[in-house]
């Protein structure tokens, strides 16, 4: 069983910025790489960025890239995605997910809110 738990969104207006964690507990060993993805109601959820556990590898959406930086603690078990210059669109629940070594994002947080004004 794997648990990861998500923190830190929130309301900001745009321009601001916000930090995400998430926490992995349980058995990560099997997983090779942390991502996050977000949803807009009405939209299909979206890849937004991850990171390797071991090399620390990092990929990102077009739409985040140069806004957004995904960052781990391996000793943790914790993924930060560290958001700024947030923009209207930018507005979604935000997930974690742990991908395996098959490439099957296998496991979900519940997600955190993240809320942009304008």
């Known amino acids: 069983q794997v648990r990861l738990v998500e923190s830190g969104g929130g309301l900001v207006q745009a321009g601001g910025s916000l930090r995400l964690s998430c926490a992995a507990s349980g058995r990560t060993g099997s997983s090779s790489h942390m991502g996050w993805f977000r949803q807009s109601p009405g939209k299909e959820r979206e890849f937004v960025a991850r990171?390797?556990?071991?090399?620390?590898?990092?990929v990102y959406a077009d739409s985040v890239k140069g806004r957004f930086t995904i960052s781990r603690d391996n000793a943790k078990n914790t993924v930060f995605l560290q958001m700024n210059d947030l923009k209207p669109e930018d507005k979604a629940v935000y997930y974690c997910?742990?991908?395996?070594?098959?490439?099957?994002?296998?496991?979900w947080g519940q997600g955190t809110q993240v809320t942009v004004s304008s």
């Open positions: 997910a742990l991908r395996s070594y098959d490439s099957r994002w296998s496991d």
């Open positions: 990171i390797s556990w071991s090399a620390g590898t990092t």
